[in-house]
C-alpha cells in the first residue's frame, strides 16, 4: 500500500473504532440499566480475547462471516439485493454432507475437494432460483432470497429428522458424524479450520474478480445501468444468474465450513444468523475487500463478547445482539444510504 | 379427513393466524407509506418479551398489552427515526432493527422465564357453544385479540381507503415527492404509519406469549415476522386479503400440528416449507404482468422535502 492510500485507510480506521467506541458506551448504559457491571464484563471479554484460545475463537467465528458477506457483496456489484446468505448457507451444509455421507470411504485427497464443491453447488443453485426468477423479470430477488431463507433449514430439518437421522441422537436429531476424511483440517490444535483459509481465498478471489477483470468492468455496467449494459452487447441476464450463484456459492461454503469444520455433523440451528450478519458486513463495508475484513473481525469481536456475558454475567448470549445493533444504529444514522 | 381434524385445524388456524394477521396489517401500513420494515421479526420478539414481563411482574395481562403495544410503537419510531430522519438504508436498518430485537427481548424477558401468568380470558357466546361438534373442540373460544382481528383488518383498510389520511399515507406510498408537492407532510405521515403498524406488531408479538403459549422463550416468534412480510407481498398489500392469507398460513401451521398428533407420515417440515414455498409460487403467477400492486416508492429513501 502506497504512502497516499494509506492516509484515507488510516482516518477510516479511526472512525471505526470512534463509532465502536460509542456502541460500546451505549451499550454499557444499557447493562448498567439492567443491573450488570459492564467493567467486568468488558475486562472478561479482553482477557479471554487476548488468550491464544481466545483470539483463535474469534478467527473461528469470524470465517463464516467472511464468506457470507462476500455472497452479498458480489451479486450487490450487478445491483443485485441478496438477503439469502442465510439460506444458501444452510443448503451448502445440506449437499455437502449428502457428498460425506455418500461417499465415507474415499481418501482424504478425494473427499475434502468433493464436500467442498458441492457445498459451493449447494449454495450456487440455491440462489440461482431467485437469479433466473429475477433474470427472467419475473419476481424481484430480494423478496425471493428472503423466502428461500426459511426453506432451507427446513431441508436440513427434514434430513436429519428423516434419512441422515443419525441411531441414538432422539432429543436433538442430526446427522450421523462425518468421516474423519472430510472434516477441514485444523490447526495448532484450536478449532481455527481451513474454512478460514478458503474465506481468505474467497475474498482474494472476489477483490481481483470485481477490480481486476473485464468482467468486474462489465458486472458494475450492468449495476449502474442494465439496459445501457445491455445494448453494449453484455448479456445481463447470464451475469444476473451467475452473479447471484457465485455469490450464494461463497454462502454454501460457509455452511460447508461449519459442518465439516466446526461441527463435524450436520444439525439445526447450524448458523445463529451468520447470513444476515454477513449481509450487514457487506453493507456497512461498501462491498470493499479490506472492509469485509475489518467489519467480519469486528462483528466477531462483538459476538465473543456474548459469551462472556453469558458466561460471567448470567445474561442470556442473544443480549450481545443489542451492542451489534448500536453498531449499526450509528453507522446507519450517520450514512444516509437510500436504498441502493 | 374426519370431522375432528378439520376442526381442529380451523380452531388452530384462527389461533395462530391472528398474531400472524396483526403483524401483516401492521406491515402493511408501513409499507403502504413506502417503508419496508425487514425488522418486523425483532418488533414481535419485543412485543412478546415485554408484554410477559409486565404481565408475569403485574399479574395483569390486559397492562402487558398495553405494554407490548407500547413497545411496538417505539420501536418503530426508533426505526422511522433511522430510515425517515437519518434517511438511511431500509433494508440495513430493518436488520439492524431485528438484531436490536433479538437483544431486548431476551434482556427485558431473561428474569421471568418460566414465570406462571394467567393470560387473556378467553369465551365463547353461549349459543355457538351449543352448536354440535363445536362444544367439544376449542373453536370460537377465543381471546379479545381473535375476536377484534378481523374488525381491525376492516378498521385499518377503512382507515387506508376511505380516509383522507389513507390516501395522504398512499400518496407517500406512491411517490413522496408527489405528495409533498401537494401540501403534504411524507416524513409525518410515514412516522404515523410506522407508529400505528408498530403498535400493532407489539400486540402481535403479545398475542404469542399472552394467549397462545403462555410462556417467554428466546426467539419464540420463530420467523413469524419473516411470514409477515410475506404475507404482505401474498396480500398485494390489501389489508382485507390479508385476513385469508392469514387463515390460508395459520391453517398450514395447525394442520402440521394436528397431522403431528395423529402421527402422520407426512414430515412436518414439508408441511411447514408450504406457505413459503406457495408466497413464491403467487409472486411468479403475477410476474407475467409487470404491474405489480406494490407502492411504487416502497424502499425508496425521499431526500426531497429538505
Redesign the interface.
Known amino acids: 500500500m502506497s504512502e497516499l492510500a494509506l492516509r484515507p485507510f488510516l482516518r477510516q480506521a479511526l472512525r471505526h473504532t470512534l463509532v465502536a467506541v460509542a456502541a460500546l458506551a451505549m451499550f454499557a448504559a444499557i447493562l448498567l440499566v439492567a443491573g450488570k457491571d459492564p467493567l467486568r464484563a468488558a475486562a472478561d471479554t479482553c482477557r479471554s480475547m487476548t488468550t491464544v484460545y481466545g483470539f483463535s475463537e474469534l478467527l473461528v467465528r469470524m470465517t463464516p462471516l467472511l464468506l457470507t458477506a462476500v455472497a452479498v457483496a458480489l451479486p450487490s456489484r450487478l445491483g443485485l439485493i441478496n438477503v439469502g446468505g442465510e439460506g444458501q448457507l444452510y443448503m451448502g451444509a445440506w449437499l455437502a454432507t449428502a457428498g460425506a455421507l455418500w461417499f465415507p470411504a474415499a481418501p482424504r485427497w478425494v473427499l475434502l475437494p468433493l464436500v467442498a464443491a458441492m457445498g459451493f453447488l449447494g449454495g450456487a443453485l440455491w440462489a440461482a432460483i431467485p437469479g433466473v426468477l429475477r433474470a427472467m423479470k419475473l419476481v424481484n430477488e430480494t423478496i425471493a432470497t428472503l423466502l428461500l431463507n426459511y426453506v432451507a433449514p427446513l431441508i436440513v430439518s427434514y434430513s436429519i429428522f428423516g434419512p441422515w437421522k443419525a441411531p441414538g441422537s432422539s432429543a436433538y436429531p442430526e446427522s450421523p458424524a462425518y468421516p474423519d476424511a472430510a472434516l477441514l483440517p485444523a490447526f495448532f490444535d484450536t478449532r481455527v479450520h481451513g474454512g478460514l483459509l478458503l474465506a481468505l481465498a474467497a475474498l482474494l478471489a472476489y477483490w481481483i474478480l470485481v477490480d481486476k477483470t473485464r468482467w468486474g468492468l462489465q458486472m458494475r455496467a450492468i449495476g449502474g445501468n442494465a439496459e445501457a449494459a445491455q445494448r453494449l452487447g453484455i448479456p445481463v441476464a447470464v451475469f444476473l444468474v451467475a452473479g447471484l450463484a457465485l455469490g450464494g456459492g461463497m454462502a454454501g461454503l460457509a455452511g460447508m465450513g461449519e459442518a465439516m469444520g466446526v461441527h463435524g455433523r450436520l444439525r439445526q440451528g447450524l448458523s445463529p444468523g451468520f447470513g444476515f450478519t454477513g449481509f450487514l458486513i457487506a453493507w456497512l463495508a461498501g462491498g470493499r475487500p479490506l472492509g469485509i475484513l475489518f467489519m467480519a473481525f469486528l462483528f466477531a469481536i462483538i459476538t465473543a463478547a456474548g459469551d462472556t456475558l453469558q458466561i460471567t454475567q448470567g445474561l442470556p448470549f442473544s443480549v450481545v445482539n443489542i451492542l451489534l445493533a448500536m453498531v449499526l444504529f450509528i453507522v446507519l444514522a450517520r450514512r444516509p444510504g437510500g436504498a441502493r | 379427513m374426519t370431522t375432528p381434524l378439520v376442526l381442529g385445524v380451523l380452531a388452530g388456524a384462527v389461533l395462530s393466524g391472528t398474531s400472524l394477521l396483526y403483524a401483516t396489517l401492521g406491515e402493511t401500513l408501513a409499507e403502504r407509506s413506502g417503508i419496508v420494515n425487514?425488522g418486523l421479526e425483532g418488533v414481535l420478539l419485543m412485543g412478546a418479551s415485554v408484554g410477559f414481563a409486565v404481565t408475569a411482574v403485574t399479574g395483569n395481562p390486559w397492562l402487558g398489552l398495553a405494554a407490548a403495544a407500547l413497545t411496538g410503537g417505539l420501536a418503530n419510531g426508533?426505526f422511522g427515526?433511522?430510515v425517515v430522519t437519518?434517511?438511511?438504508?431500509?433494508?440495513?436498518?430493518g436488520?439492524?432493527?431485528?438484531?436490536?430485537g433479538?437483544?431486548?427481548?431476551?434482556?427485558v424477558g431473561?428474569p421471568h422465564v418460566g414465570a406462571v401468568i394467567t393470560g387473556l380470558p378467553k369465551w365463547r357466546p353461549a349459543w355457538l357453544g351449543a352448536l354440535p361438534w363445536v362444544s367439544a373442540s376449542t373453536l370460537f373460544n377465543y381471546d379479545l385479540l381473535t375476536w377484534l382481528a378481523l374488525p381491525v383488518a376492516l378498521l385499518v383498510w377503512w382507515l387506508l381507503f376511505k380516509t383522507r389520511w389513507g390516501l395522504g399515507v398512499r400518496a407517500v406510498g406512491e411517490s413522496p415527492a408527489a405528495a409533498f408537492a401537494s401540501g403534504r407532510n411524507p416524513a409525518l405521515m410515514q412516522f404515523q404509519a410506522l407508529g400505528l403498524g408498530g403498535m400493532l406488531g407489539g400486540v402481535a408479538g403479545a398475542h404469542l406469549s399472552l394467549s397462545l403459549t403462555l410462556t417467554w422463550a428466546?426467539?419464540m416468534t420463530a420467523?413469524r415476522g419473516?411470514?409477515a412480510?410475506?404475507l404482505v407481498?401474498f396480500s398485494k398489500w390489501n389489508p382485507l386479503r390479508a385476513v385469508v392469507g392469514a387463515l390460508l398460513f395459520g391453517g398450514a401451521e395447525a394442520l402440521q400440528l394436528q397431522l403431528q398428533a395423529r402421527g402422520s407420515l407426512i414430515?412436518p417440515?414439508?408441511l411447514?416449507?408450504m406457505p413459503?414455498?406457495l408466497?413464491?409460487l403467487v409472486?411468479?403467477a403475477w410476474?407475467?404482468s409487470?404491474r405489480l400492486a406494490a407502492p411504487a416508492g416502497l424502499?425508496?429513501?425521499f431526500?426531497g422535502s429538505d
Open positions: 425487514l426508533l427515526w433511522l437519518r434517511k438511511a438504508n431500509q433494508l440495513a436498518s436488520l439492524a432493527m431485528m438484531f436490536f433479538f437483544g431486548v427481548s431476551a434482556l431473561a428466546e426467539y420467523g419473516f411470514i412480510i410475506a407481498i414430515s417440515f414439508i411447514e416449507m413459503y414455498l408466497t413464491l409472486l411468479l410476474g407475467g409487470r424502499g425508496r429513501t431526500f
